[in-house]
């Protein structure tokens, strides 16, 4: 089956310190990856994506993904933490075919404590 | 500015009653999208549709309809048949080939 796994719901990170958000897919075909970033009662805004190629892809507000095929992963980094980047993180799948939508992970909540 | 506008941005409704959630967008988009989110369930997909008077059933339709009778138009209605309506709803768009959603700031609906 088709599938996201965010593992972690929750993360608390001082300002200023590194950041991982970890993510697993499941996925038949070769995947589209996707991070989006989600602030409290708004849409979702995308910070990078993956279709192919250089397996480090940069994003916006600092962001960086790796994308590893042997481990199904595509986790997400940050060097340094800032207060402004609380908020609530998806990871999501998708195929390069008609007919097809995103597969969306639970998300992981983000805090980021002074 | 090009995007994507959801309304009402909050809903209230009574228990038996019909309610249609607009989107519409001006992004020339082919593609649209109507996900439901709910605490610690991440983002389902409710309905989405590729082209005008077409859509497919995604993996919690039922109690759920849509039409497409215009590419810049996506409505959601939430009928009496959906046991739990209370979340908050986003619509998104896309090229048809799957890629990268653009959002809209969503609506929330509330049944009471």
């Known amino acids: 089956a088709q599938s996201v796994t965010q593992p972690d719901i929750h993360i608390t990170v001082s300002e200023g310190a590194s950041l991982e958000l970890r993510c697993n897919y499941s996925?038949?075909?070769?995947?589209?990856l996707f991070w989006y970033v989600q602030s409290p009662g708004q849409g979702l805004q995308l910070l990078l994506k993956?279709?192919?190629?250089?397996?480090l892809v940069q994003g916006i507000k600092g962001f960086e993904a790796e994308f590893k095929r042997s481990q199904s992963s595509f986790n997400l980094r940050k060097p340094s933490v800032h207060w402004s980047d609380a908020a609530e993180y998806f990871c999501?799948?998708?195929?390069?075919?008609?007919?097809?939508?995103?597969?969306f992970g639970k998300g992981t909540t983000l805090s980021v404590s002074s | 500015d090009g995007g994507i506008t959801q309304s009402p941005k909050y809903l209230f409704r009574k228990e038996g009653q019909n309610v249609t959630l607009s989107c519409e967008q001006n992004?020339?988009?082919?593609?649209m999208y109507w996900y439901r989110q709910d605490p610690g369930q991440g983002l389902r997909l409710i309905y989405y549709?590729?082209?005008?008077?077409?859509?497919q059933k995604g993996d919690i339709a039922e109690g759920y309809s849509v039409s497409r009778e215009k590419k810049e138009s996506f409505p959601l209605t939430v009928t009496s048949a959906q046991k739990n309506p209370t979340a908050f709803y986003l619509c998104?768009?896309?090229?048809?080939?799957?890629?990268?959603?653009?959002f809209g700031e969503g609506s929330r609906l509330t049944v009471l």
């Open positions: 993956y279709f192919s190629g250089d397996t």
């Open positions: 998104a768009s896309s090229i048809t080939r799957p890629g990268e959603l653009f």
């Open positions: 992004l020339n988009h082919d593609a």
């Open positions: 999501a799948v998708g195929a390069n075919q008609a007919g097809t939508a995103l597969i």
């Open positions: 549709s590729q082209i005008v008077n077409d859509f």
């Open positions: 996925y038949g075909a070769t995947p589209y």
